[in-house]
């Protein structure tokens, strides 16, 4: 198998190399959302989770959003003892996040409750904690649980970042933010 991340969705943002890799593949496989993105290149097999790319041989390519070695399917392909012959990597949201924000993420604590629970002890005190996020844990419950827990400082979401219908939105730490889509980075510039 050949693992091939293409960025934040819109294929504009996937590495040369990636693209490369995904018109010279023999079977492509995606999740629809980032299918949709590959078909005027390749024939692509959707799948809907992880778990369908069992059903396929090894000699395929599963193409994922970002960096396929944060927070991706890297992980859950080795513990299912998947040979991966080769890793592509192309940005990941969060890199697009921050370029869009200019700011730096040198020392940013990155963390993932996308599908996860949610730790908030983990967010920093001071600093910058980039968070990927879902529709349980969106960032209206970061937002309010870190309020609650004496943070303040400045939340930048991110929704549908790359595409069409991109928004970026600004706010303080306790704001209410509106769910636009599950799809979400959420940076937290916490000051105490």
């Known amino acids: 198998m050949i693992l ?6 819109n294929i504009k943002y996937a590495s040369l190399e990636a693209i490369e890799v995904i018109k ?7 999740f629809s959302r980032l299918g949709k993105e590959l078909e005027d290149m390749v024939s692509v097999k959707y799948i809907r989770t992880l778990e369908d790319i069992l059903d396929y041989d ?16 890297f992980d859950f392909l080795q513990r299912k003892g998947i040979k991966i012959e080769k890793v592509i990597p192309s940005i ?30 983990k967010v920093k005190r001071n600093g910058i904690t980039i968070i990927f996020t879902d529709s349980k844990y969106n960032p209206s419950f970061f937002s309010e649980h870190l309020f609650w827990k004496g943070y303040k400082g400045k939340i930048y979401v991110g929704f549908n970042l790359s595409y069409e219908d991109e928004v970026i939105v600004e706010g303080n730490i306790g704001d209410t933010f509106e769910e636009m889509s599950n799809l979400s980075i959420l940076v937290v510039e916490a000051c105490g």
């Open 58 to 73: 090894g000699n395929v390519t599963l193409v994922v959003s970002g960096d396929p070695l944060l927070y991706s399917a």
């Open 92 to 121: 990941s949201s969060f890199q697009y996040m921050m370029c869009k924000l200019k700011k730096s993420w040198n020392d940013a604590l990155i963390l993932s409750f996308h599908g996860r629970e949610a730790d908030l002890d």
């Open 4 to 9: 091939v991340g293409i960025g934040p969705g």
């Open 24 to 30: 010279n593949s023999r079977q492509v496989l995606a």
